[in-house]
């Protein structure tokens, strides 16, 4: 065994004694006069009288730490922090008491106590688990009592990234979640569509561009991946305090540095720049993005000239005069532009013995741009020791112009016998003009009595949205229209849109979450509920929502988890659109009768912590069952979402998720997750799959050292889902009797570590300002092969119908240069 490797064994070995063994195996002791201790004595006690320990025990930032055990070794004497990190319990004085605190992905700390008197406070502050030896930090997985989950904000930094939006791409690698579109920052959870998850940073929600229509389009996301402290998810079952949508929650905290640091990195597929720092009582963060696709985008069928520049800047500024005053700021602007004049294509697609021919020549560009500028303030005060009161207001502005003249003349063959199927053209034109304009006042109260935390918040929001849209689709076949009438020219499809919403949102919600130690283990439980109203409809929503969570005193390996409650997806603009169809032309009216979408579920769910090899595993398994009514039926079409703008259906989704999270390998997290599920609807008395019913999912995230040394590190991620239904375009859900093939794909990355001065050995010269360097070489969908986004549908002159499949990315490498300040 070489010297790296047992080190990495001597490391666990003490892990495992810290974690497991008593307070005099651990090799960190405190003593008494260490200076950050607060002790202080009530009256003069013999040895063997009672006295008394309280204090709070936080992380190295601050921040307060639930469930912390607390205890006196040899006696029965201790107890566990509440929701705000306080404790306080009584023990029998002796010559030497040991007082051990506890916390599962934290260094265990001992306090030694020498004859100890009267009433004692000690605030302890523990740093996340790290044995140092040589080059392994070892660690421990977090315990997850609620239904929301903690990402590590550290995996992101050599995640192998397509479409420059890391947290997202993270986010689809987790257990329910799945992605179809590498290009595309958006996700699926547990058969919900795009728009059923809900995204906050630093409390606000945001949102995405409503024109949006294909991962080409697409570009940066709000979330600055550089600037994330904090990744909180949950796929489903969540509190009360997040908003109203039926399927997901990503919850982003953006960091507040301490001291001055910062990176950058640039690739083929663009780059970015990131500066935190610290004056006084004032912390600042900032990031500057651009990114362009052109490169990946060059892999596609379709060639021609791409224009993709997508350009983004944010800033956090937090300022605290006092300990009890806080005022926070964001600034957001960005703008994404999108130009693409295609040439010519060719498709193959069919069967090994029945191979078609797709031929394309195209004239026309399409040109988009989208425009976003968001702002958030938040003032807060400490009342006590135990409130917090919070007062905030919001602005998220877009403006969105989606512009195309493409015509496209095909031919389509039967390769085997050399027979032309099909010869003819295709026109689409589209103008799509939207302003969308929302504003929103807040005010948030906590309050940590005891072992509770309760929380209560009031919003109003305002919605201004604008639209003026026209697009139109010709099709050609032979010399014949389509749809063919013989005596007149008729378009196969034509839309216009001319509308303005003003609407006001009023929600609330109030929530308490309460743990309880007793004999048989510890207890959470949160239960709370929301009450909305939008004016649009006169819709008064409320939705109750529990959970509990509970961990065996006799087997404290086991997390057990149980919640239910009654979710909504309240309407945006889009599900307001329905269509009105006369002689051909199709003209959008909005909906004023329409209801928020409902969703009762029910999430059971099972974690179990486990060591293989002396390295910390954590499984997790969940079961959710989602009976859903009043749906809003909508078509996808690459990533465009058109709604019905009616409640016509009903339906269910049901499924089980399975994920493996450790180090697979020591020193690296690496997880691999698993998800079956069915998502039906019965529309127009119909039973049929939903639009996102993917029957079976396959993630994988793994990361590796090269043996002897950590200036090697690889990084793998895979993605292998099931097809989802689809049908011919503007004929309804009821004739997606079709299933795309499987999503699979796989990125690689290999990254060199050029520069290493985390230990700051390095001060002079350029490398005494550097803290890491990387070089990375990224092989995208290293297998080659072709993913379907969607499907082009042409129709000959006989009616006959053929589904061309418009392939995504292929194989890319990219190089990426990264450096850490």
């Given at each position: 065994?070489?010297?790296?490797?047992?080190?990495?064994?001597?490391?666990?070995?003490?892990?495992?004694?810290?974690?497991?063994?008593?307070?005099?195996?651990?090799?960190?002791?405190?003593?008494?006069?260490?200076?950050?201790?607060?002790?202080?004595?009530?009256?003069?006690?013999?040895?063997?009288?009672?006295?008394?320990?309280?204090?709070?025990?936080?992380?190295?930032?601050?921040?307060?730490?639930?469930?912390?055990?607390?205890?006196?070794?040899?006696?029965?004497?201790?107890?566990?922090?509440?929701?705000?990190?306080?404790?306080?319990?009584?023990?029998?004085s002796a010559d030497t008491v040991r007082v051990t605190y506890r916390l599962m992905g934290y260094e265990m700390k001992t306090k030694v106590l020498t004859r100890p008197r009267g009433r004692l406070t000690w605030n302890v502050q523990?740093?996340?688990?790290?044995?140092?030896?040589?080059?392994?930090?070892?660690?421990?997985?977090?315990?997850?009592?609620?239904?929301?989950?903690?990402?590590?904000?550290?995996?992101?930094?050599?995640?192998?990234?397509?479409?420059?939006?890391?947290?997202?791409?993270?986010?689809?690698?987790?257990?329910?979640?799945?992605?179809?579109?590498?290009?595309?920052?958006?996700?699926?959870?547990?058969?919900?569509?795009?728009?059923?998850?809900?995204?906050?940073?630093?409390?606000?929600?945001?949102?995405?561009?409503?024109?949006?229509?294909?991962?080409?389009?697409?570009?940066?996301?709000?979330?600055?991946?550089?600037?994330?402290?904090?990744?909180?998810?949950?796929?489903?079952?969540?509190?009360?305090?997040?908003?109203?949508?039926?399927?997901?929650?990503?919850?982003?905290?953006?960091?507040?540095?301490?001291?001055?640091?910062?990176?950058?990195?640039?690739?083929?597929?663009?780059?970015?720049?990131?500066?935190?720092?610290?004056?006084?009582?004032?912390?600042?963060?900032?990031?500057?993005?651009?990114?362009?696709?052109?490169?990946?985008?060059?892999?596609?069928?379709?060639?021609?000239?791409?224009?993709?520049?997508?350009?983004?800047?944010?800033?956090?500024?937090?300022?605290?005069?006092?300990?009890?005053?806080?005022?926070?700021?964001?600034?957001?602007?960005?703008?994404?532009?999108?130009?693409?004049?295609?040439?010519?294509?060719?498709?193959?697609?069919?069967?090994?013995?029945?191979?078609?021919?797709?031929?394309?020549?195209?004239?026309?560009?399409?040109?988009?741009?989208?425009?976003?500028?968001?702002?958030?303030?938040?003032?807060?005060?400490?009342?006590?020791?135990?409130?917090?009161?919070?007062?905030?207001?919001?602005?998220?502005?877009?403006?969105?112009?989606?512009?195309?003249?493409?015509?496209?003349?095909?031919?389509?063959?039967?390769?085997?016998?050399?027979?032309?199927?099909?010869?003819?053209?295709?026109?689409?034109?589209?103008?799509?003009?939207?302003?969308?304009?929302?504003?929103?006042?807040?005010?948030?109260?906590?309050?940590?009595?005891?072992?509770?935390?309760?929380?209560?918040?009031?919003?109003?929001?305002?919605?201004?949205?604008?639209?003026?849209?026209?697009?139109?689709?010709?099709?050609?076949?032979?010399?014949?229209s389509m749809p063919h009438t013989g005596d007149r020219l008729e378009l196969i499809y034509n839309l216009k849109s001319v509308q303005t919403v003003n609407s006001n949102r009023l929600e609330f919600f109030m929530q308490d979450t309460?743990?309880?130690?007793?004999?048989?283990?510890?207890?959470?439980?949160?239960?709370?509920?929301?009450?909305?109203?939008?004016?649009?409809?006169?819709?008064?929503?409320?939705?109750?929502?529990?959970?509990?969570?509970?961990?065996?005193?006799?087997?404290?390996?086991?997390?057990?988890?149980?919640?239910?409650?009654?979710?909504?997806?309240?309407?945006?603009?889009?599900?307001?659109?329905?269509?009105?169809?006369?002689?051909?032309?199709?003209?959008?009216?909005?909906?004023?009768?329409?209801?928020?979408?409902?969703?009762?579920?029910?999430?059971?769910?099972?974690?179990?912590?486990?060591?293989?090899?002396?390295?910390?595993?954590?499984?997790?398994?969940?079961?959710?069952?989602?009976?859903?009514?009043?749906?809003?039926?909508?078509?996808?079409?690459?990533?465009?979402?058109?709604?019905?703008?009616?409640?016509?259906?009903?339906?269910?989704?049901?499924?089980?998720?399975?994920?493996?999270?450790?180090?697979?390998?020591?020193?690296?997290?690496?997880?691999?997750?698993?998800?079956?599920?069915?998502?039906?609807?019965?529309?127009?008395?119909?039973?049929?799959?939903?639009?996102?019913?993917?029957?079976?999912?396959?993630?994988?995230?793994?990361?590796?050292?090269?043996?002897?040394?950590?200036?090697?590190?690889?990084?793998?991620?895979?993605?292998?889902?099931?097809?989802?239904?689809?049908?011919?375009?503007?004929?309804?859900?009821?004739?997606?009797?079709?299933?795309?093939?499987?999503?699979?794909?796989?990125?690689?990355?290999?990254?060199?570590?050029?520069?290493?001065?985390?230990?700051g050995h390095a001060r002079a010269g350029l490398k005494g300002h550097l803290r890491n360097a990387w070089l990375s070489l990224e092989c995208f969908n290293l297998l080659g092969i072709s993913n379907v986004a969607s499907y082009l549908?042409?129709?000959?002159?006989?009616?006959?119908?053929?589904?061309?499949?418009?392939?995504?990315?292929?194989?890319?490498?990219?190089?990426?240069?990264?450096?850490?300040?």
């Open positions: 065994m070489n010297r790296p490797a047992l080190y990495r064994l001597i490391g666990f070995f003490l892990s495992i004694l810290c974690v497991q063994g008593a307070g005099a195996l651990c090799p960190r002791t405190d003593f008494l006069f260490l200076p950050d201790d607060t002790l202080t004595a009530a009256t003069d006690v013999a040895p063997q009288d009672t006295c008394s320990l309280q204090g709070r025990v936080t992380d190295e930032e601050g921040k307060a730490l639930p469930f912390v055990s607390v205890k006196v070794a040899g006696q029965l004497a201790g107890t566990m922090t509440s929701l705000d990190g306080r404790y306080s319990f009584g023990f029998t523990l740093r996340e688990s790290g044995i140092q030896m040589g080059e392994l930090t070892v660690k421990e997985v977090r315990r997850q009592l609620g239904t929301t989950q903690e990402l590590s904000a550290e995996d992101l930094r050599r995640l192998p990234s397509t479409s420059g939006n890391a947290v997202e791409e993270l986010v689809a690698t987790q257990a329910g979640v799945s992605t179809h579109n590498e290009l595309s920052s958006q996700y699926n959870v547990r058969g919900g569509s795009f728009d059923e998850n809900c995204v906050y940073v630093n409390g606000v929600e945001v949102y995405r561009p409503l024109l949006i229509s294909s991962g080409q389009q697409e570009g940066l996301s709000v979330i600055n991946s550089d600037m994330v402290e904090r990744i909180q998810f949950s796929a489903g079952g969540f509190e009360a305090r997040y908003g109203d949508r039926m399927s997901s929650v990503l919850d982003i905290t953006y960091r507040k540095p301490t001291h001055h640091e910062g990176s950058a990195q640039a690739s083929l597929l663009g780059a970015s720049v990131y500066d935190g720092l610290r004056v006084g009582k004032v912390s600042l963060s900032q990031g500057l993005r651009y990114k362009t696709n052109a490169y990946l985008l060059g892999s596609l069928e379709t060639t021609g000239e791409y224009h993709p520049s997508f350009l983004d800047y944010q800033a956090y500024i937090s300022w605290q005069p006092t300990p009890r005053w806080t005022l926070d700021v964001i600034g957001y602007i960005s703008s994404n532009s999108y130009q693409f004049k295609p040439k010519d294509r060719e498709t193959k697609f069919g069967t090994m013995e029945d191979v078609k021919s797709f031929r394309v020549y195209f004239d026309g560009e399409e040109r988009d741009l989208f425009r976003t500028t968001f702002g958030a303030l938040s003032l807060s005060r400490r009342v006590g020791e135990r409130s917090l009161l919070t007062l905030g207001a919001s602005a998220f502005s877009t403006k969105e112009r989606e512009t195309y003249d493409i015509q496209g003349q095909y031919w389509l063959d039967d390769t085997n016998t050399s027979t032309q199927l099909g010869v003819g053209t295709y026109m689409e034109h589209a103008r799509n003009l939207l302003t969308s304009n929302t504003q929103s006042l807040r005010a948030g109260y906590e309050w940590k009595p005891g072992d509770h935390d309760v929380r209560a918040g009031i919003l109003w929001k305002h919605e201004d949205i604008k639209e003026n849209s026209r697009e139109w689709e010709f099709r050609d076949s032979a010399g014949y309460w743990r309880k130690e007793t004999g048989a283990g510890v207890l959470s439980l949160n239960y709370g509920a929301r009450l909305s109203h939008w004016s649009w409809n006169s819709e008064t929503l409320f939705s109750p929502r529990a959970s509990i969570g509970f961990i065996p005193a006799a087997n404290d390996n086991w997390t057990f988890r149980l919640a239910t409650g009654m979710y909504y997806q309240a309407p945006f603009y889009k599900e307001l659109r329905d269509t009105v169809t006369a002689d051909g032309a199709t003209t959008v009216q909005l909906n004023r009768d329409i209801q928020s979408q409902r969703s009762w579920q029910v999430v059971a769910g099972a974690e179990y912590k486990f060591r293989i090899g002396n390295r910390p595993f954590k499984f997790t398994t969940e079961a959710y069952y989602k009976a859903q009514s009043r749906l809003n039926p909508y078509n996808v079409d690459n990533v465009k979402i058109v709604y019905y703008g009616r409640n016509e259906g009903s339906g269910y989704v049901a499924g089980v998720d399975f994920k493996v999270y450790g180090e697979f390998v020591p020193g690296t997290d690496s997880w691999v997750s698993f998800s079956l599920m069915k998502a039906q609807m019965k529309l127009h008395g119909r039973s049929i799959p939903q639009p996102t019913d993917q029957r079976w999912n396959l993630n994988m995230f793994f990361s590796d050292f090269f043996p002897g040394t950590d200036r090697w590190k690889m990084t793998l991620k895979m993605a292998f889902a099931d097809g989802l239904p689809f049908g011919p375009p503007h004929s309804g859900l009821e004739n997606n009797v079709f299933r795309a093939p499987a999503y699979r794909r796989v990125d690689l990355g290999m990254s060199y570590r050029l520069l290493d001065n985390t230990d549908w042409i129709t000959d002159i006989s009616r006959q119908q053929y589904a061309v499949p418009n392939y995504l990315t292929g194989r890319q490498l990219n190089v990426r240069v990264a450096v850490e300040f």
